[in-house]
T-cell receptor, first 113, second 112 residues
Framework: DVKVTQSSRYLVKRTGEKVFLECVQDMDHENMFWYRQDPGLGLRLIYFSYDVKMKEKGDIPEGYSVSREKKERFSLILESASTNQTSMYLC????????????FGSGTRLTVV | QKEVEQNSGPLSVPEGAIASLNCTYSDRGSQSFFWYRQYSGKSPELIMFIYSNGDKEDGRFTAQLNKASQYVSLLIRDSQPSDSATYLCAVNVWGSNYKLTFGKGTLLTVNP
């Protein structure tokens, strides 16, 4: 079964820390995405990548960066964590050609204290 | 701004009834349409996708697409309490680099 794996299910970090969220997919998908999901705001796209070392900003990139050194791995970095970054973070991947939607990881619930 | 609109609900139906979930989208360049189910505290899982006008059936689920009216719907027949979840509509616009635009979801509650 195809899988998108996020390294942590729950994470608690302190304000100002640098936080790394890891996502690995085993489907050889070119496209990978990071979203955050907050009550009442829905899914908001932070960054996405359509190829190794390629990245594009989504709708809310401020305070975040990403890294994609290998096709299967897409990392989200919170440069200096703040309490307003407390959220559910979801990684997703999608292949080419178009043949279905995203496959999501199980999510990381991040709390910044 | 490409938008996908859903009624937030909650939509409450009795067990065994048909649940009807609706979604409208603003971009006429939209090409493919997806329905995801998300249980509380879990990540979204794909239920169905549809590309062409008309109906597509998969078990108890039917997706309906009307591109002229710019809406897509999901019907759930013989609703079960286990169908209680938030349903997300997502749209892929041509040229959007494989990104999906999501609605905020409709909360469905199926009462035993």
């Amino acid at each position: 079964d195809v899988k998108v794996t996020q390294s942590s299910r729950y994470l608690v970090k302190r304000t100002g820390e640098k936080v790394f969220l890891e996502c690995v997919q085993d489907m050889d998908h070119e496209n990978m995405f990071w979203y955050r999901q907050d009550p009442g705001l829905g899914l908001r796209l932070i960054y996405f990548s359509y190829d190794v070392k390629m990245k594009e900003k989504g709708d809310i990139p401020e305070g975040y960066s990403v890294s994609r050194e290998k096709k299967e791995r897409f990392s989200l970095i919170l440069e200096s964590a703040s309490t307003n970054q407390t959220s559910m973070y979801l990684c997703a991947s999608r292949g080419r050609p178009e043949g279905g939607g995203y496959t999501f990881g199980s999510g990381t619930r991040l709390t910044v204290v | 701004q490409k938008e996908v609109e859903q009624n937030s609900g909650p939509l409450s139906v009795p067990e065994g009834a048909i649940a009807s979930l609706n979604c409208t989208y603003s971009d006429r360049g939209s090409q493919s349409f997806f329905w995801y189910r998300q249980y509380s505290g879990k990540s979204p899982e794909l239920i169905m996708f549809i590309y062409s006008n008309g109906d597509k059936e998969d078990g108890r689920f039917t997706a309906q697409l009307n591109k002229a009216s710019q809406y897509v719907s999901l019907l759930i027949r013989d609703s079960q309490p286990s169908d209680s979840a938030t349903y997300l509509c997502a749209v892929n616009v041509w040229g959007s680099n494989y990104k999906l635009t999501f609605g905020k979801g409709t909360l469905l509650t199926v009462n035993p």
